[in-house]
């Protein structure tokens, strides 16, 4: 535990001791104690289930803690509601933003705190008020525009406006570059550092190391519902927060080396998918060969998600033509996901919860979801679970499944773990052709590592592997050649020596 | 819906125990506030389900008609769908036997005659359950609106061919002719007496035999064919099933129509069991109560035989307090029966909280004590 001893003038901006919270017979919060000095920027880092969201839901009066406490500026205070959080001066930006589209910008900020009385006039007295203070942070926002029409990282910015303007001098943010492009997060960190010169306390939680490094002062590590360490951001690196996340020493770097491609396994032609209004996915085509990842970058929601679930064969393509291993498929001649598996296709869902998996099942059950028919696990009528659960017990052996137990319910094991057992189910189907989405999406370093290795060895044996995902490193470290989406077009296909995060997140921001 | 971490013993055997138990302790209270000795009113009605002559046989043909429902309603849960239709289902269940056993029964032996109405009951309840399956996986109507509709439907139709053109000639009561001599499925108590058990009367027939078959049949289909793992998985995440390549639409038709045609057995006790001729009304609510059974039995079978056996003692047994007491009339005991619906079936997670908290503690005490912590 730090002392903070150097600043002892100024009480610390958040100071807790010995927060514990337990949820059943889960240790959420063990013993947390962590001080935040005030006007800085602190991260909080860890992987999923660590318990950063449990310990930021206390402090904003989510959760009430079993024991500890908590002092903000100095003084003893139990946070009961987010009412009692709002007034002591923390204000929270969530990860999913909590604003209503179709009101305006200035009718979202006030929403919650309207004053009593005539709206007109507490509106327009609000409005001074949210002038002066984007003024005072640099966050310049339209007050009369509606929400929904601003894009990700504007409507965020209103969310930092909403809390200062409930007098917040304690920032949390919870994982907010998630939804945001490279650009978008660098003016994200430009307001952070700018809100920190005004005195702004901020506690930035995330899971990525480089934003850890990029825009925080302290940074404090959480594994297992315990605080292991703090740090200060000069005295550290990206790979010993690894470590201490994990636990153990952790590669990063360095998975990928030269793919040898074949003979074009799948390719698009000019594809469309039309939606409720603009097309979701207009004039795509790209080719991949049997040995290489194509990598597609992208903001979520910029029609990957859709493109993927058309080569699936879950979406039936509106226009243009789909040729997986010769067998074409297109709107007159569409293919069932059934059909597609026959060809030698693999589907890693981006959505493993609502897909990939089926929750309530044992997890003997949901790795033979898409492949009850096969003769490894029954004749197409019957079902045998001790097969099943003989075959699970094999998959979760080779890919290292904890705890390696069949019966156990897909909902039980972590985010890595549920991962690990659909790539286990799709990869043991030995495809010629794998789609990927969201390969990493919730899952913790240590799996990450493995999740990428079995990528690039089944590139190796010849499988022509499609990745979506909205995390733009893991693109550009898996990639052999990357195409970017914006709004449902391609932006074009860089070849992995001449893409890096600046070039690719201009065409992510659709400036081409 | 709450998720419960208990162990499955706890939740599939402690839990239901004590929500009769609570159900019972409510009813007794009643009891008691009009008069009466609670524990002599459940002695009587014990007796009166299992102890005197005849009376085991009534309480188990009772049960057969709540298996036969409960089953229905568990096999269509399994896919998320409530289907709240089976009395309409049962109802024309019976039409389907009835006008088999009525077309062919001058004509062929009684046992073939049996044997072809056995199924028709099974087919005209399927297709009763497949409507509403189809509006709902076709025209997203919604499975619990279309299927009560429909046994408002059935209701009409049977009235309309019971008091008209299926009604039998030179009476008023709106029924069928009796079907010929044989055309039945033969009582129990016949068989055992001539095998030289002795068996007191009870209209207990062979369906309870096929309502135990059919019980090992859903568990069959539901945990060991990949139909069943398909109609599950539906249940829990349409997109899965899709992802999997089926279609969820064809799912939810193929199991509204098994669910139908479980439902439509049930007129085997009631009509080809007791009646021998198609009545009015012979479902008198056994489709309804079914829900309760299979919320009760968790939608799996044995837990369905379980409940039906305690339905079945409650409608005997509820039938000799009545007789019994002067104080206590019909109406008290579907008081009874609707407590221990209430406490089963709305309520049926109201003491999870409790017991889980309690659990938690043992576990922790057992994990402290251990010196693990």
Same mark, same amino acid.
């Given at each position: 535990?730090?002392?903070?001893?150097?600043?002892?003038?100024?009480?610390?901006?958040?100071?807790?001791?010995?927060?514990?919270?337990?949820?059943? =017979?889960?240790?959420?919060?063990?013993?947390?104690?962590?001080?935040?000095?005030?006007?800085?920027?602190?991260?909080?880092?860890?992987? #999923?289930?660590?318990?950063?969201?449990?310990?930021?839901?206390?402090? @904003?009066?989510?959760?009430?803690?079993?024991?500890?406490?908590?002092?903000?500026?100095?003084?003893?205070?139990?946070?009961?509601?987010?009412?009692?959080?709002?007034?002591?001066?923390?204000?929270?930006?969530?990860?999913?933003?909590?604003?209503?589209?179709?009101?305006?910008?200035?009718?979202?900020?006030?929403?919650?705190?309207?004053?009593?009385?005539?709206?007109?006039?507490?509106? +327009?007295?609000?409005?001074?008020?949210?002038?002066?203070?984007?003024?005072?942070?640099?966050?310049? !926002?339209?007050?009369?525009?509606?929400?929904?029409?601003?894009?990700?990282?504007?409507?965020?910015?209103?969310?930092?406006?909403?809390?200062?303007?409930?007098?917040?001098?304690?920032?949390?943010?919870?994982?907010?570059?998630?939804?945001?492009?490279?650009?978008?997060?660098?003016?994200?960190?430009?307001?952070?550092?700018?809100?920190?010169?005004?005195? !702004?306390?901020?506690? $930035?939680?995330?899971?990525?190391?480089?934003?850890?490094?990029?825009?925080?002062?302290?940074?404090?590590?959480?594994?297992?519902?315990?605080?292991?360490?703090?740090?200060?951001?000069?005295?550290?690196? &990206?790979?010993?927060?690894?470590?201490?996340?994990?636990?153990?020493?952790?590669?990063?770097?360095?998975?990928?080396?030269? =793919?040898?491609?074949? #003979?074009?396994?799948?390719?698009?032609?000019?594809?469309?998918?039309?939606?409720?209004?603009?097309?979701?996915?207009?004039?795509?085509?790209?080719?991949?060969?049997?040995?290489?990842?194509?990598?597609?970058?992208?903001?979520?929601?910029?029609?990957?998600?859709?493109? %993927?679930?058309?080569?699936?064969?879950?979406?039936?393509?509106?226009?243009?033509?789909?040729?997986?291993?010769?067998?074409?498929?297109? &709107?007159?001649?569409?293919?069932?996901?059934?059909?597609?598996?026959?060809?030698? !296709?693999?589907?890693?869902?981006?959505?493993?919860?609502?897909?990939?998996?089926?929750?309530? $099942?044992?997890?003997?059950?949901?790795?033979?979801?898409?492949?009850?028919?096969?003769?490894?696990?029954?004749?197409? *009528?019957?079902?045998?679970?001790?097969?099943?659960?003989?075959?699970?017990?094999?998959?979760?052996?080779? *890919?290292?499944?904890?705890?390696?137990?069949?019966?156990?319910?897909?909902?039980?094991?972590?985010?890595? #773990?549920?991962?690990?057992?659909?790539?286990?189910?799709?990869?043991?189907?030995?495809?010629?052709?794998?789609?990927?989405?969201?390969?990493?999406?919730?899952?913790?370093?240590?799996?990450?590592?493995?999740?990428?290795?079995?990528?690039?060895?089944?590139?190796?044996?010849?499988?022509?592997?499609?990745?979506?995902?909205?995390?733009?490193?893991?693109?550009?470290?898996?990639?052999?050649?990357?195409?970017?989406?914006?709004?449902?077009?391609?932006?074009?296909?860089?070849?992995?020596?001449?893409?890096?995060?600046?070039?690719?997140?201009?065409?992510? =921001?659709?400036?081409? | 819906?709450?998720?419960?971490?208990?162990?499955?013993?706890?939740?599939?055997?402690?839990?239901?125990?004590?929500?009769?138990?609570?159900?019972?302790?409510?009813?007794?209270?009643?009891?008691?506030?009009?008069?009466?000795?609670?524990?002599?009113?459940?002695?009587?009605?014990?007796?009166?389900?299992?102890? @005197?002559?005849?009376?085991?046989?009534?309480?188990?043909?009772?049960?057969?008609?709540?298996?036969?429902?409960?089953?229905?309603?568990?096999?269509?849960?399994?896919?998320?769908?409530?289907?709240?239709?089976?009395?309409?289902?049962?109802?024309?269940?019976?039409?389907?036997?009835?006008?088999?056993? %009525?077309?062919?029964?001058?004509?062929?032996?009684? *046992?073939?005659?049996?044997?072809?109405?056995?199924?028709?009951?099974?087919?005209?309840?399927?297709?009763?359950?497949?409507? &509403?399956?189809?509006?709902?996986?076709?025209?997203?109507?919604?499975?619990?609106?279309?299927?009560?509709? $429909?046994?408002?439907? +059935?209701?009409?139709?049977?009235?309309?061919?019971?008091?008209?053109?299926?009604?039998?000639?030179?009476?008023?009561?709106?029924?069928?002719?009796?079907?010929?001599?044989?055309?039945?499925?033969?009582?129990?108590?016949?068989?055992?007496?001539?095998?030289?058990?002795?068996?007191?009367?009870?209209?207990? #027939?062979?369906?309870?035999?096929?309502?135990?078959?059919?019980?090992?049949?859903?568990?069959?289909?539901?945990?060991?064919?990949?139909?069943?793992?398909?109609?599950?998985?539906?249940?829990?995440?349409?997109?899965?099933?899709?992802?999997?390549?089926?279609?969820?639409?064809?799912?939810?038709?193929?199991?509204?129509?098994?669910?139908?045609?479980?439902?439509?057995?049930?007129?085997?006790?009631?009509?080809?069991?007791?009646?021998?001729?198609?009545?009015?009304? $012979?479902?008198?609510?056994?489709?309804?109560?079914?829900?309760?059974?299979?919320?009760?039995?968790?939608?799996?079978?044995?837990?369905?035989?379980?409940?039906?056996?305690?339905?079945?003692?409650?409608?005997?047994?509820?039938?000799?307090?009545?007789?019994?007491?002067?104080?206590?009339?019909?109406?008290?005991? %579907?008081?009874?029966?609707?407590?221990?619906?209430?406490?089963?079936?709305?309520?049926? @997670?109201?003491?999870?909280?409790?017991?889980?908290?309690? @659990?938690?503690?043992?576990?922790?005490?057992?994990?402290?004590?251990?010196?693990?912590?």
């Amino acid at each position: 535990m730090t002392s903070a001893a150097g600043v002892a003038e100024m009480p610390a901006a958040i100071s807790l001791s010995g927060i514990c919270k337990t949820f059943g =017979a889960v240790r959420a919060n063990q013993d947390i104690s962590l001080e935040i000095q005030a006007g800085s920027i602190h991260g909080i880092v860890g992987e #999923n289930g660590a318990g950063k969201s449990t310990l930021v839901s206390i402090l @904003y009066g989510f959760y009430t803690a079993d024991s500890g406490s908590i002092q903000v500026f100095g003084e003893d205070i139990s946070i009961g509601s987010t009412a009692e959080a709002i007034s002591a001066g923390i204000g929270m930006v969530h990860q999913h933003f909590m604003l209503v589209p179709t009101f305006t910008v200035l009718e979202n900020i006030i929403l919650g705190s309207e004053g009593s009385g005539g709206l007109q006039r507490s509106m +327009a007295r609000a409005r001074e008020e949210i002038t002066r203070l984007a003024s005072t942070y640099g966050l310049t !926002v339209d007050l009369d525009a509606i929400v929904s029409d601003l894009p990700v990282g504007v409507q965020q910015r209103v969310e930092i406006l909403k809390a200062l303007y409930r007098g917040a001098r304690i920032l949390i943010l919870d994982e907010p570059t998630g939804v945001l492009t490279p650009q978008e997060t660098d003016q994200l960190f430009e307001i952070l550092r700018s809100l920190k010169e005004q005195g !702004v306390t901020v506690l $930035f939680i995330t899971h990525k190391l480089r934003e850890i490094m990029a825009v925080t002062d302290q940074v404090s590590v959480m594994r297992g519902g315990e605080m292991v360490a703090h740090r200060n951001i000069s005295a550290t690196s &990206p790979a010993e927060l690894a470590e201490l996340m994990v636990g153990r020493p952790v590669l990063i770097e360095g998975i990928w080396h030269e =793919a040898s491609p074949g #003979n074009t396994v799948l390719a698009a032609e000019r594809l469309g998918l039309d939606g409720g209004g603009a097309p979701l996915i207009d004039e795509v085509s790209f080719e991949v060969r049997a040995g290489e990842i194509l990598g597609i970058a992208g903001v979520s929601g910029n029609g990957q998600s859709e493109l %993927l679930e058309l080569l699936a064969g879950i979406r039936v393509p509106t226009r243009g033509q789909i040729t997986i291993n010769g067998h074409s498929i297109s &709107p007159d001649q569409p293919a069932s996901p059934s059909m597609i598996r026959s060809l030698g !296709v693999a589907h890693v869902p981006e959505d493993r919860h609502a897909m990939g998996l089926v929750l309530p $099942f044992s997890a003997a059950e949901s790795a033979a979801l898409g492949y009850e028919h096969t003769p490894e696990i029954g004749d197409g *009528f019957w079902f045998d679970p001790a097969r099943l659960n003989a075959r699970c017990s094999r998959l979760m052996a080779d *890919f290292d499944v904890r705890p390696p137990d069949p019966a156990l319910k897909s909902s039980l094991f972590s985010g890595g #773990n549920q991962q690990k057992i659909v790539l286990a189910r799709e990869i043991s189907a030995k495809p010629g052709l794998l789609l990927v989405g969201q390969p990493t999406r919730g899952v913790d370093i240590g799996a990450i590592e493995f999740i990428h290795r079995q990528l690039i060895g089944l590139r190796d044996q010849g499988c022509a592997i499609v990745l979506v995902s909205v995390e733009l490193d893991e693109i550009l470290s898996l990639s052999d050649r990357i195409m970017v989406m914006n709004g449902g077009q391609s932006m074009g296909i860089i070849d992995r020596g001449r893409a890096d995060a600046r070039s690719v997140g201009l065409l992510m =921001a659709g400036v081409a | 819906m709450m998720r419960t971490s208990l162990p499955a013993w706890m939740d599939i055997g402690l839990l239901p125990l004590i929500n009769i138990l609570a159900a019972f302790v409510v009813a007794g209270v009643i009891i008691a506030m009009i008069g009466e000795n609670p524990f002599v009113a459940l002695m009587v009605m014990l007796k009166g389900a299992f102890v @005197y002559k005849g009376a085991l046989g009534y309480t188990l043909f009772y049960a057969t008609n709540f298996i036969f429902t409960g089953l229905a309603v568990a096999v269509a849960f399994h896919a998320m769908l409530f289907n709240i239709g089976g009395e309409g289902q049962a109802a024309m269940g019976g039409l389907g036997l009835g006008l088999v056993a %009525l077309a062919l029964d001058p004509v062929l032996p009684a *046992f073939l005659v049996v044997l072809l109405a056995i199924p028709m009951a099974a087919v005209f309840g399927a297709i009763w359950g497949l409507i &509403p399956g189809w509006l709902q996986a076709r025209r997203g109507s919604h499975i619990v609106i279309t299927t009560i509709m $429909f046994n408002f439907i +059935a209701a009409s139709v049977m009235v309309w061919l019971l008091a008209g053109m299926l009604m039998a000639p030179g009476q008023m009561s709106p029924e069928t002719r009796s079907f010929a001599d044989g055309v039945g499925l033969a009582q129990m108590h016949v068989i055992f007496n001539a095998i030289g058990i002795p068996m007191a009367r009870s209209p207990l #027939n062979l369906s309870f035999v096929i309502a135990l078959g059919a019980s090992f049949a859903v568990w069959v289909l539901i945990w060991r064919t990949r139909l069943g793992y398909i109609i599950r998985a539906t249940g829990h995440s349409e997109r899965a099933v899709i992802y999997a390549g089926h279609s969820p639409q064809r799912i939810i038709m193929i199991t509204m129509a098994i669910s139908g045609a479980l439902a439509g057995l049930m007129a085997l006790n009631e009509i080809l069991g007791v009646q021998q001729r198609v009545i009015l009304n $012979f479902t008198s609510g056994y489709g309804f109560t079914g829900i309760a059974v299979a919320l009760m039995g968790r939608n799996h079978p044995v837990g369905i035989i379980l409940a039906s056996l305690l339905f079945g003692a409650l409608y005997q047994g509820g039938a000799e307090l009545d007789f019994e007491f002067q104080t206590i009339t019909r109406e008290m005991v %579907l008081m009874i029966q609707g407590l221990i619906i209430l406490f089963s079936g709305a309520l049926a @997670y109201m003491f999870n909280p409790v017991l889980e908290k309690l @659990y938690h503690l043992v576990v922790f005490a057992r994990q402290e004590a251990r010196g693990d912590g």
